[in-house]
T-cell receptor, first 115, second 111 residues
Framework: AQSVSQHNHHVILSEAASLELGCNYS??????LFWYVQYPGQHLQLLLK??????LVKGIKGFEAEFIKSKFSFNLRKPSVQWSDTAEYFC?????????????FGPGTSLSVIP | SQTIHQWPATLVQPVGSPLSLECTVE??????LYWYRQAAGRGLQLLFY??????ISSEVPQNLSASRPQDRQFILSSKKLLLSDSGFYLC??????????FGQGTRLTVV
C-alpha cells in the first residue's frame, strides 16, 4: 500500500531563510508526486508535480522539488521564504499503472514565516 | 474549464441525524472522484474514491458511505452521525494522469 511521511510537523523560519521540507513515500512501482499548499482560509492548491523526466521540478512562487528515486523522496525547497509563504504544505503520491487511481497525502507540514 | 462544486460550506448537525454532502464537477467527463477528511496534524485521509458510476471503493471502515449516481456527482452520506464524524470534508476529481483538483470543503460539526 502507498504511504507518505513528512519529516516536520511544524517549521518556523524568518523571512529570507531557505526552506526544505522533507517527504518520503513507500511504493515499489512508478509514481506521480505532488506538493500542495493550503493558505489560511483557502482551498488546496497545487504547488508542483512530477510525472516523469527531469527529477528537478519547478513550481509556482519560486518553489522547486527534487525526486530522488533511490531514496523514495520528493523534498520541497525554496531559497528565500516570504511571510506570504505561511501555510500548510502537503506531499502526495499517486501510484501509476495500477488498477486504481488513488492519491495519498502525507500528514502535512505547517510553515510559519516570521517577518 | 473544469470546476468543482461542494456544498454546503458549513454544517452543524445533531448526533444521530443523517448526513448528505454533495459534490459535482463541471467541464470534464469520466472523472475519478474522491472524498477526503482533513484533520489537524493528520493530513488528508482518503475515505472513498470512484472510477465510474456506481463504483465506490472504501478506504477506511467507518460510519460513512458514498454514492455516485451520475458521472459527475459524488455524495457522502451517513444514516446516523457520530460526534467523531466532525471534521473538514473535501471532494476532489482527477483524470489519469493529471493531478487532483479540490473543492472548497465542508466543515461538519456534530453536536
Amino acid at each position: 500500500a502507498q504511504s507518505v511521511s513528512q519529516h516536520n510537523h511544524h517549521v518556523i523560519l524568518s523571512e529570507a531563510a531557505s526552506l526544505e521540507l522533507g517527504c518520503n513515500y513507500s511504493y515499489g512501482g512508478t509514481v506521480n508526486l505532488f506538493w500542495y499548499v493550503q493558505y489560511p482560509g483557502q482551498h488546496l492548491q497545487l504547488l508542483l508535480k512530477y510525472f516523469s523526466g527531469d527529477p528537478l521540478v519547478k513550481g509556482i512562487k519560486g518553489f522547486e522539488a527534487e525526486f530522488i528515486k533511490s531514496k523514495f523522496s520528493f523534498n520541497l525547497r525554496k531559497p528565500s521564504v516570504q511571510w506570504s509563504d505561511t501555510a500548510e504544505y502537503f506531499c502526495a503520491v499517486n501510484a501509476q499503472k495500477t488498477s486504481y487511481d488513488k492519491v495519498i497525502f502525507g500528514p502535512g507540514t505547517s510553515l510559519s514565516v516570521i517577518p | 474549464s473544469q470546476t468543482i462544486h461542494q456544498w454546503p460550506a458549513t454544517l452543524v448537525q445533531p448526533v444521530g441525524s443523517p448526513l448528505s454532502l454533495e459534490c459535482t464537477v463541471e467541464g470534464t467527463s469520466n472523472p475519478n472522484l474522491y472524498w477526503y477528511r482533513q484533520a489537524a496534524g493528520r493530513g488528508l485521509q482518503l475515505l472513498f474514491y470512484s472510477v465510474g458510476i456506481g463504483q465506490i471503493s472504501s478506504e477506511v471502515p467507518q460510519n460513512l458511505s458514498a454514492s455516485r449516481p451520475q458521472d459527475r456527482q459524488f455524495i457522502l452520506s451517513s444514516k446516523k452521525l457520530l460526534l467523531s464524524d466532525s471534521g473538514f470534508y473535501l471532494c476532489a476529481w482527477k483524470r489519469v494522469p493529471t493531478e487532483a483538483f479540490f473543492g472548497q470543503g465542508t466543515r461538519l460539526t456534530v453536536v
